[in-house]
């Protein structure tokens, strides 16, 4: 069984203020590679806090900014069930007015004891990037004609033109749905926020691969 505790880094660096949640890994099992496993997953979980903290401060300097700046992080278990997570953890640089976000996602089976990548989830001989970018095209289209009386044909094509889906997105599940996230740093500089796109998994339904038929779709 596993089990997701809570972690905090709480701490200021001259206008920088740190407030960082992050998951803390444990597994009921005395299996010791199990064990070591977890501990690896830990250690990536606070890899990332470090990295984001220096790039953070790193910004603060190279940059000069005047101000304060607010560096948050989040999570959220999005699933957690026969030993396979996954869990999206969302950070946020907040200077002034402006909210620089990106996400990371822990997707692992403590099963097999490996990562979960896309192309677990999908049959091998389907292109799933083909598949995902689709789908988000389809919903991206459907926002922007909602609003195509509102913008002119130049900002509409600048919009689309800033839509960059790259080869390995980060992604989640919650056992209904695949989550494709999109972060302010794939996008232009005219995009700040965290996009996320739903795709119904009864909608992938014919081309999940037995794996995720099995271990994470939710009936």
């Known amino acids: 069984m596993v089990n997701i505790m809570s972690g905090l880094r709480d701490n200021k660096v001259k206008n920088m203020r740190f ?5 803390k890994i444990e597994v009921n099992d005395e299996d010791e590679e199990v064990q070591e496993f977890a501990e690896i997953v830990n250690k990536s979980i606070l890899n990332e806090i470090n990295i984001f903290e220096e790039v953070v401060i790193y910004t603060y300097h190279e940059e000069n900014i005047i101000g304060n700046i607010n560096a948050i992080s989040e ?15 969302e950070f946020s640089q907040i200077i002034g007015l402006t909210d620089i976000s990106h996400m990371y996602s822990y997707n692992y089976d403590f099963n097999l004891m490996k990562r979960i990548t896309l192309e677990d989830l999908f049959k091998k001989d389907v292109d799933f990037e083909k598949v995902i970018q ?13 609003y195509a009386s509102y913008i002119t044909y130049d900002i ?3 919009m689309m033109e800033s839509i960059y889906i790259c080869d390995d997105p980060v992604f989640y599940f919650n056992g209904i ?15 700040c926020n965290l996009i ?5 998994f009864k909608k992938l339904k014919n081309i ?3 794996y995720a038929l099995k271990n994470i779709i939710l009936y």
């Open 19 to 23: 407030f960082l949640n992050y998951p």
């Open 75 to 89: 999570y959220n278990v999005a699933f957690n069930k026969g030993n396979i997570i996954s869990v999206p953890m």
């Open 134 to 146: 689709n789908y988000i095209m389809e919903e991206v289209y459907e926002i922007l004609d909602k």
């Open 156 to 158: 509409y094509e600048l």
């Open 177 to 191: 749905e695949l989550v494709i996230c999109i972060s302010s740093f794939e996008l232009t500089s005219q995009v």
């Open 196 to 200: 996320e796109f739903p795709i119904s």
């Open 208 to 210: 999940l691969s037995d």
